[in-house]
């Protein structure tokens, strides 16, 4: 019989992938008291990654919000590595972080699932590759799920938990109870979507101020304007497409496109057209709108 999991069971955690959103995951595992190894095959990449949690978290301890005892514990639970596999072999959690390529991420959970303790829990943190397609590249579709964070994830409190048609009630229920340790408020979603809930609503409002502006009945900045201020949304759907990243908002739908075989899920022309321009957004200076140094 397979190990079922259990909360108490996780003390260690791997998270895999070192850019923007594996980054702060990793923060928030190590804020909320956990061990946490973040991992890269670029050297690079994690420096930058090491670098970007100090600001973060220094930051928190500066404004108050985190003392600077927790700020300093949390950076001394975190390590970082270019060896995964090595990493995996001692976690009783993986959360995987890398680029949105079905093909990649096949590949590494089935490396996982070799490397990984027999109990430990396979997660993916995508918001658009559902675990049932990563469940047949391991021994343990059980043990696999979405673990899905929103960006800025020390921030968002949200986290989506999807399980698939394998996926027990037991790495579930984990799961469930992983993120609110983390102080987050989890949702559980019984059955896999395209795009889970939030940002199938958001994708809703995204698309709509998409034909919105196309159509020329008003600017990009009038339509975040009204979101922000009618809506109350903290930002407008373009100011967020910038701070997501144009060129992530572009292959997710690449990738939704892809499951679904729908022409209406491609990427839309206005954001192909910034996609091969390279204006990513805020990460590149220009996306929308442009920014400063």
């Known amino acids: 019989m397979n190990p079922q999991p259990s909360i108490d069971a996780v003390h260690d955690v791997l998270v895999v992938g070192s850019g923007a959103m594996g980054t702060q995951i990793g923060a928030v595992f ?122 800025p994830a020390l921030v ?28 987050k408020q989890p949702v559980r979603l019984n059955q896999e979507v395209p795009g889970f809930v939030a940002n199938r609503l958001l994708g809703a409002l995204r698309d709509e101020a998409l034909r919105l502006e196309a159509d020329g009945v008003a600017g990009f900045e009038d339509i975040d304007v009204a979101a922000r201020t009618a809506l109350g949304h903290p930002m407008g759907p373009f100011e967020l497409m910038d701070l997501v990243g144009i060129d992530v908002s572009y292959l997710i739908r690449l990738s939704e496109h892809e499951q679904s075989g729908d022409p209406a899920d491609l990427p839309h022309p206005s954001v192909q057209k910034l996609y091969e321009q390279g204006r990513y957004g805020r990460k590149t200076g220009r996306g929308w709108y442009e920014y400063a140094g």
Not at 75 to 97: C, G, H, I, K, P
């Open 156 to 183: 968002m409190a949200c986290v989506e938990v999807v399980r698939n048609p394998l996926t027990s009630d037991a790495t579930v229920e984990t799961t469930l109870e992983l993120a609110r340790r983390l102080g």
């Open 30 to 151: 190590a804020l909320a008291g956990y061990p946490v190894t973040t991992s890269d095959l670029d050297p690079a990449a994690l420096e930058r990654s090491r670098d970007e949690v100090h600001r973060r978290l220094d930051r928190l301890a500066e404004k108050g919000r985190r003392s600077r005892e927790e700020v300093d514990a949390a950076l001394a639970r975190m390590a970082y590595t270019t060896d995964s596999l090595e990493a995996a072999s001692t976690t009783d959690f993986v959360l995987e972080a890398a680029v949105e390529r079905l093909d990649i991420k096949r590949q590494l959970f089935a490396d996982l699932d070799e490397a990984a303790p027999e109990h430990a829990i396979l997660a993916t943190n995508s918001s658009t590759i559902p675990s049932s397609l990563l469940m047949d590249a391991t021994g343990r579709g059980d043990r696999v799920c979405n673990m899905h964070f929103f960006n």
